[in-house]
Nanobody, 127 residues
Framework: QVQLVESGGGSVQAGGSLRLSCEAS????????MGWFRQAPGKERDWVAS????????AYADSLKGRFTISQDNAKNTVYLQMNSLKEDDTAEYYC????????????????????WGQGTQVTVSS
């Protein structure tokens, strides 16, 4: 079992930045792919970014490359999502997720269905 607790959401003006944190507890952290999803009102939950906690390999949704950065602090069992140049379209509930590692990569593993979800943290970007 893995427990995921997100923090760092909030309200920010367009062009601003936020950093989300996701602390994992329970099973050994470096067994998993970790990542972030987001869900805007009335829309599906979309994959945002992922990281292989063993190798550090990262992947991003194409539309977010250059603005979002996923990183990790293995000593703290924590994954971060740094979000810069935020836009109103980034407004959503952001969810941390953990999934089993796969030879097809962490993106595939998480998009196929994470094993664990966090409770979500709201990000609101206003003009």
């Amino acid at each position: 079992q893995v427990q995921l607790v997100e923090s760092g959401g909030g309200s920010v003006q367009a062009g601003g930045s936020l950093r989300l944190s996701c602390e994992a507890s329970g099973s050994p952290y470096n067994r998993y792919c970790m990542g972030w999803f987001r869900q805007a009102p009335g829309k599906e939950r979309d994959w945002v970014a992922s990281i292989n906690t063993d190798t550090g390999s990262q992947a991003y949704a194409d539309s977010l490359k250059g603005r979002f950065t996923i990183s990790q602090d293995n000593a703290k069992n924590t994954v971060y999502l740094q979000m810069n140049s935020l836009k109103e379209d980034d407004t959503a509930e952001y969810y941390c997720a953990a999934g089993s590692r796969s030879y097809r990569g962490c993106r595939h593993s998480l998009e196929s269905g994470p094993n664990y979800w966090g409770q979500g943290t709201q990000v609101t970007v206003s003009s």
